[in-house]
């Protein structure tokens, strides 16, 4: 509670709107009704625990492209890389240091932002473009591509696999 009011009050100063769930399921509900630009995720949280959130908010077709930022005071190497395979962008340790948190979150937003102007870029451009993971599962579909393939093919809008005739 402390770090979360700490961080709460120098968000709030830096001129960021601040939306707190205390847990996982609170959080994953929310994304239904307001999509964040940014999500700042304590691994340790009562229920369920802060990487299985991040995994399902990744999977979540509003919230996919939310970078998440792991703030945490678990440090062993298996904590940070299961933060990063989960879908996190970055993985910070207790004690924070609110300047050190701002002048990340700035880089991720602007980085989130670019990547958001190329993907609105393309759907203008009217292209049907499925990008696909390392596993070959559709991680992003263009308004385009997901019409088609839902037209054509009967694949659901948030199908992560392709139908068996495209892949």
């Known amino acids: 509670p402390d770090n979360l009011k700490m961080l709460s009050t120098a968000l709030d100063e830096a001129g960021y709107r601040v939306l707190i769930a ?6 994953i509900e ?25 995994a399902r908010l990744k999977a979540h077709h509003a919230a996919s492209q939310v970078p998440v930022v792991f703030m945490t005071g678990l440090t062993d190497p298996e904590h940070v890389l299961r933060g990063f395979r989960s879908g996190g962008v970055d993985y910070v340790t207790k004690p924070l240091d609110p300047d050190v948190v701002l002048a990340r979150l700035d880089t991720h937003l602007r980085n989130a932002r670019h990547l958001s102007a190329a993907y609105d870029a393309l759907d203008a451009a009217a292209r049907a473009v499925v990008v696909l993971d390392a596993r070959g599962r559709a991680i992003w579909k263009t308004g385009r591509a997901r019409l088609w393939l839902s037209d054509y093919l009967g694949s659901p809008d948030d199908a992560p696999d392709l139908p068996v005739p495209l892949a």
């Open 22 to 27: 205390t847990d996982g399921l609170s959080a």
């Open 30 to 54: 929310r994304v239904d009704y307001v999509v964040p630009d940014i999500v700042l995720m304590d691994a340790v949280m009562p229920g369920m625990d802060g990487f299985e959130t991040c």
